[in-house]
């Protein structure tokens, strides 16, 4: 990876950077901006990875609560649409030059309305790195800010939080400087065969700020050596395999 004359200007901590996870398409049909996703009033970051709003987001984003769950069938793929803001369109996602991965988790819950997602019951079901000299955070703006995710066809059926999360690593050289986005879509799958049981971790929890044990979050992506393996955070992902 080269070191460009830029890279002051992507360091930079502008409004740009920042994305919402703002509309899910499941099924076909694209829902409007915040149906069944707890969006933000502000497209900003988290950045404590220790705090409950790593979750599904939080002050300093105030989040508005949604009375709506979204039908989706198991062993299907949904796309979490991205946007810079909750006004934006397909060509403003996020700023290109603040790079890093994409993932996404599951959380079955009584009450997808209701429930805060703090806690145990998480399960990485997508994520993408750094592949052939690209970050998964540009594979989603150039697919219009689309995130593929497949559902796993082999759990049960019921309510689910489902957390699209993307992350910029321009600032990730220090404790606290990567940038983490994410919302939670209140959904219900059916379909699912319910034959397995993942695994599960806890948000807070999945992700560490120290870099022996979270180097996915604690790197300087500017200075890495050409086909350096990047190590994308948080659990495995699970697979009905």
């Known amino acids: 990876m080269k070191i460009s004359s830029l890279i002051a200007t992507l360091c930079a901590s502008t409004a740009t950077a920042h994305t919402i996870f703002a509309q899910l398409t499941a099924d076909g049909k694209t829902y409007p901006v915040s149906h069944g996703i ?18 599904c987001n939080g002050p300093p984003n105030p989040t508005t609560p949604s009375d709506k769950i979204i039908p989706v069938k198991a062993g299907t793929n949904v796309s979490a649409v991205w946007r810079h803001t909750l006004q934006s369109g397909p060509n403003d996602v996020m700023d290109p030059g603040h790079w890093g991965p994409v993932m996404a988790y599951l959380k079955k819950v ?9 806690g145990n019951g998480w399960f990485k079901i997508q994520e993408g790195g750094y592949t052939n000299g690209k970050w998964a955070t540009n594979v989603v703006i150039e697919n219009k800010g689309n995130q593929v995710i497949q559902i796993p066809s082999c759990i049960e059926n019921g309510q689910y939080l489902l957390r699209a999360e993307m992350v910029a690593l321009h600032g990730a050289r220090s404790t606290g400087g990567a940038q983490l986005y994410m919302e939670c879509a209140q ?22 700020a120290g870099l022996a044990n979270d180097p996915g979050l604690l790197i300087d992506i500017y200075n890495q050596k050409a086909g350096f393996k990047y190590i994308i955070p948080g659990p495995p992902v699970f697979t009905c395999a």
């Not at 502000?42 to 979750?55: E, F, L, R």
């Not at 959904?187 to 560490?208: Q, W």
Request: hydrophobic share 20%.
């Open 187 to 208: 959904i219900e799958i059916t379909g699912g065969t319910g034959i397995a049981s993942p695994k599960t971790s806890s948000i807070p929890g999945i992700y560490k």
């Open 110 to 118: 009584p009450d997808a309305k209701k429930d805060s997602g703090v």
């Open 38 to 55: 707890r969006t933000p009033s502000y497209d900003g970051p988290q950045t404590n990875v220790n705090g409950n709003n790593m979750a």
